[in-house]
């Protein structure tokens, strides 16, 4: 089927209604119309927050009003302010000045969904849930939840930022979700080390990668395609801090967020932190899953001229994050008072390394303020700063921030390099500042 992966349901509906409707409802060969409506309609269930008793009756073509008179596409239950960027999947990232928090909370979290979440209504499929450990184990799992929570439990806090996160930034553009700089969050999970459970069911000589795989629907709508499988290497998901959790901030995962359990690999894409998680196959060669081949969170291997065609074969998997900071307090666009200091604070992350400092600068980079760093939660969580600024007299001024790593990468002031998707954009965060 010819169509982009990723549009609203404006803009589907605006061009072919009939053909929206075939593609939202996953509609087609697999099955019929009369089929979709005999099921309940999910889907469109879902983006309701409620059953249609007489959706048989819908007339070919009609988007429900719900969602065809909002400004936005709809609301997102549970959630705070967030930007909504595309409504088919559903995501949506958080403006900086709501990322304020030392710990992210639920409602303040992002959403990336590469397909659409389960229906979970039937409490059923929540008390049968089980997540299979296979392929190069001496031991294949099954474990259901309660197994699960029998291993030694851990609580982190861990940063999670999509591989995307900043691709409004780059030009040419890049296709994709616009993402300006809230594609990120760092919440409390609480859950096992995934290495306790590979270790349980015994490695083989042969395990060199993983792929996982969740209980999230393809677009589509057909239950035989699976929207996203990634995976990492054996190394990444021995590591201590790649945890299987349950819990987010001491309470149970929201639906957006992979209840009843997702996989957290902090420091890597957010896709690699696969939500709704039922399955971990161990494999002996890298996973070739739906968006891990091809161009999907790749980039090129050497430097390029932006707009330049890579061939795939050139591409290479994204792993560790670059560092990146971001600029939390106060809300760009402030109008601050002459004489008065003002308080700067934010967060820094580096992926699998470590933030060694944060530097403001309100002179466009000519000289730059050390912010001072709190001490850090554990590993993998974000790293909070504050500091304070005077400026010099009444006029506009931009508050740039810089982290820099525990090897001495610094952030760059502007786009780094060039790739197809659009993705690790860590360019220094800026605020605007008029002082009257």
């Not at 992966?5 to 099955?31: F, S, T």
């Amino acid at each position: 089927m010819l169509f982009k992966k990723e549009r609203g349901l404006r803009e589907l509906y605006q061009k072919d209604p009939e053909q929206a409707e075939a593609e939202i409802l996953g509609l087609g060969n697999a099955i019929s119309r009369r089929n979709f409506f005999k099921k309940g309609g999910s889907v469109l269930a879902m983006m309701l927050g409620a059953q249609i008793p007489f959706l048989g009756n819908l007339p070919k073509g009609f988007l429900p009003v719900a969602l065809a008179d909002t400004t936005e596409p709809f609301e997102i239950p549970g959630k705070n302010g967030l930007v909504v960027l595309n409504d088919r999947p559903l995501n949506a990232e958080t403006p900086a000045h709501l990322l304020d928090d030392e710990v992210t909370p639920a409602d303040r979290h992002f959403v990336r969904n590469n397909g659409l979440p389960p229906d979970l209504s039937n409490p059923a499929d929540i008390a049968g849930w089980t997540l299979t450990v296979d392929g190069e184990v001496h031991k294949p799992l099954k474990l259901t939840l309660d197994q699960l929570r029998r291993f030694p439990k851990q609580t982190l806090q861990l940063t999670v930022e999509c591989g995307g996160n900043g691709r409004a930034g780059f030009y040419p553009p890049a296709k994709g979700n616009q993402w300006t700089f809230g594609a990120v969050a760092s919440p409390r999970y609480t859950g096992v080390r995934l290495k306790d459970v590979l270790e349980q069911a015994g490695l083989k000589s042969s395990a060199m990668y993983t792929g996982y795989y969740g209980k999230d629907l393809h677009l589509t709508g057909d239950p035989g395609r699976v929207p996203i499988s990634r995976g990492t290497p054996i190394a990444k998901a021995l590591a201590p801090h790649t945890l299987i959790v349950w819990e987010m901030n001491g309470k149970p995962l929201p639906t957006l967020h992979g209840y009843p359990l997702r996989l957290v690999t902090p420091g890597w894409p957010g896709s690699t932190s696969i939500k709704w998680l039922r399955r971990i196959w161990v494999r002996d060669r890298v996973h070739d899953g739906p968006k891990m081949t091809g161009y999907a969170y790749r980039i090129p291997k050497y430097p390029v001229e932006p707009g330049t065609h890579v061939p795939e074969s050139d591409m290479a998997i994204i792993e560790s994050m670059p560092v990146k900071s971001l600029i939390t307090f106060p809300k760009s666009g402030l109008t601050h008072a002459k004489g008065q200091e003002l308080i700067v604070r934010g967060h820094a992350w580096a992926g699998d390394l470590s933030v060694s400092r944060v530097d403001l600068s309100i002179d466009f980079g000519a000289t730059w303020i050390q912010a001072k760093m709190k001490p850090l939660a554990n590993p993998f969580a974000w790293q909070n700063w504050q500091t304070s600024v005077a400026f010099p007299s009444a006029g506009y001024y931009e508050v740039w921030a810089r982290a820099t790593d525990s090897v001495g990468t610094m952030q760059p002031m502007v786009m780094p390099g060039w790739n197809p998707k659009g993705y690790l954009n860590n360019a220094m965060h800026r605020i605007a500042v008029r002082v009257a």
